[in-house]
């Protein structure tokens, strides 16, 4: 494999490069020091809100991204500035809001709205725009996405509107709602555009659905050893488990040691 010529590293977070316990260790963190001391560009690819990398994983592991891909692919941003971008109107999102039996969150680029039922969500609170609420007056603003818990099929959920897909995830009985055209492949190609990368220079690691285009897409994919069977068969080669730091092992053997 020739992976001299890569220039970014895409990475999920959940279960990827974050470990199950949503930790990470100081090897890790070095590598990505080493990594980016090499002039290699780093990218969090994230289905979290973009509040979850700024607020937290970058200032409680030292590891700032050049790239934040977040809310499901809904939004990229580079240098303070959004390459990319797609909301879900708030008026399709206030219709939706009713059909799950719970709304988790809302994100949009003001606030983060989260229920009162997950008020004690470490991950959630500590956001600077978090607003708890039981979002009985809807929302304002359009949304980066929208999730909760459905008694009914994600199809039911978005049902009569084609602007919207639903997000599955392998691991949680959670339905996100996000606009069509947001995934986390649309974004990194509009990283791609602005920044003059082509896909064979670009190193990708996934684990879930929402990651196969992505690795698909990427001159180098690889699939982490917790990852489902879908990705695992999209992905040229499979590093270790989330829980090994084989993200960091892979990029130290196949980037650094080259």
């Given amino acids: 494999m020739n992976t001299k010529r890569i220039k970014l590293i895409v990475t999920d977070l959940d279960n990827t490069l974050l470990r199950r316990d949503k930790t990470i260790s100081g090897y890790t963190v070095d590598v990505f020091r080493r990594v980016r001391e090499r002039?290699?560009?780093a990218a969090f690819a994230t289905a979290r809100d973009f509040r979850f990398v700024t607020e937290h994983i970058s200032p409680r592991f030292g590891?700032?991204?050049d790239i934040v891909i977040a809310?499901?692919?809904a939004l990229a941003r580079y240098n303070g500035g959004d390459l990319y971008k797609r909301l879900m109107p708030a008026e399709i999102a206030n219709i939706l809001i009713p059909r799950f039996d719970l709304v988790r969150c809302v994100s949009t680029e003001n606030a983060y709205f989260l229920s009162g039922e997950y008020a004690n969500d470490h991950w959630s609170i500590g956001k600077k725009a978090t607003v708890i609420?039981?979002?009985?007056?809807?929302i304002e603003d359009d949304a980066l996405y929208l999730d909760g818990n459905a008694g009914k099929s994600s199809a039911a959920i978005t049902a009569?509107?084609?602007e919207v897909r639903a997000?599955?995830?392998s691991d949680i009985n959670l339905t996100t709602v996000v606009h069509r055209e947001a995934t986390k492949l649309n974004a990194l190609m509009a990283v791609e555009h602005a920044l003059n990368i082509t896909a064979d220079e670009i190193a990708a690691f996934g684990d879930d659905y929402s990651d196969i285009d992505l690795l698909s897409h990427s001159g180098h994919s690889v699939a982490v050893a917790n990852a489902i069977d879908e990705v695992k068969a999209v992905a040229d080669y499979i590093c270790g488990d989330c829980d090994e730091d084989g993200v960091a092992k892979w990029l130290e053997e196949n980037v650094l040691l080259r």
Avoid: R
Avoid at 133 to 138: A, I, P, V, Y
């Fill in 71 to 73: 809310d499901n692919g």
């Fill in 160 to 162: 009569g509107f084609h």
């Fill in 39 to 41: 002039g290699i560009m």
């Fill in 133 to 138: 609420t039981d979002f009985l007056n809807g």
């Fill in 167 to 169: 997000v599955k995830y």
């Fill in 63 to 65: 590891i700032v991204p």
